[in-house]
């Protein structure tokens, strides 16, 4: 089992950063695919970065250039960097773990946080 904790979330203007962070219980977490969520109100949840246990990264192209994901091992814990953030980056955050260790997909995620709101003002 995997215990997932998210931190660092609040309300930022339009262009401001925030970092938020993803604490995880667990021996097994430099195995599993990390993977950042969001979904704002009426819109399903959406895979916005993922991080493997070798580094590699995906993003959502929404965030591609603005955000990045990243993990540090010896913390189990991975954050998302959140930069130039806009009205639309509103929305519920989530972190969630997989197994598998490829994070495409939202049915691979087995274990998730419960959440942290962002809302971006314009």
């Known amino acids: 089992q995997v215990q997932l904790v998210e931190s660092g979330g609040g309300l930022v203007q339009a262009g401001g950063s925030l970092r938020l962070s993803c604490a995880a219980s667990?021996?097994?977490?430099?195995?599993?695919?990390m993977g950042w969520f969001r979904q704002a109100p009426g819109k399903q949840r959406e895979l916005v970065a993922v991080?493997?246990?070798?580094?590699?990264?995906n993003y959502a192209d929404s965030v591609k250039g603005r955000f990045t994901i990243s993990r540090n091992n010896a913390k189990t814990t991975v954050y998302l960097q959140m930069n130039s953030l806009k009205p639309e980056d509103t929305a519920v955050y989530y972190c969630a773990a997989d197994r598998s260790n490829i994070g495409s997909r939202y049915n691979m995620y087995e274990f998730w946080g419960q959440g942290t709101q962002v809302t971006v003002s314009s």
């Open positions: 667990g021996r097994s977490f430099s195995n599993y695919a």
């Open positions: 991080i493997q246990s070798g580094g590699t990264t």
